[in-house]
């Protein structure tokens, strides 16, 4: 299985990333509100703030992480943001479900923030393929 390299992503900025990625899932939270599931689209809004803020906290612990010279430096962090991310998306989920939001569009919502990431990690790294491409003279 071969890794994703974040770095790029993190060194060219990530907010644009963010940016493409409330702006996909408040589409489909729209969406789903103007069909006329008001109750699931606020869930499906909610997951997706959850989301996003899960990948902020990723990306700021890969940006934290990279200018520690030493790789168990930089493991140790990235560890220390992974536990950051788990208890504060377990602690707002908890708090969505005391507030009896509808569960399964909270969960959707997280969900496909997550997987509208990977789509655009693939759309990067195909960028990203093409432009080293073009400087190797491929």
């Not at 489909?28 to 997706?48: F, P, T």
């Not at 950051?84 to 908890?94: C, E, S």
Request: hydrophobic share 55%; proline share 2%.
């Amino acid at each position: 299985m071969k890794m994703i390299d974040f770095t790029p992503l993190v060194t060219m900025g990530y907010k644009k990333v963010l940016t493409r990625l409330a702006i996909a899932s408040f589409a489909v939270a729209l969406a789903v509100k103007m069909a006329g599931y008001r109750e699931l689209a606020s869930g499906l809004a909610l997951g997706g703030a959850v989301g996003l803020l899960d990948t902020l906290i990723m990306f700021v612990g890969i940006q934290r992480s990279l200018p520690q010279g030493e790789p168990e430096a930089a493991l140790k962090t990235m560890k220390r943001f992974r536990w950051v991310r788990r208890i504060t998306a377990g602690a707002l989920v908890i708090v969505m479900l005391k507030l009896k939001y509808h569960v399964f569009g909270v969960c959707m919502g997280f969900l496909l923030i997550h997987i509208f990431l990977i789509f655009n990690l693939i759309f990067i790294a195909y960028q990203l393929n093409k432009k080293q491409g073009v400087k190797k003279g491929v």
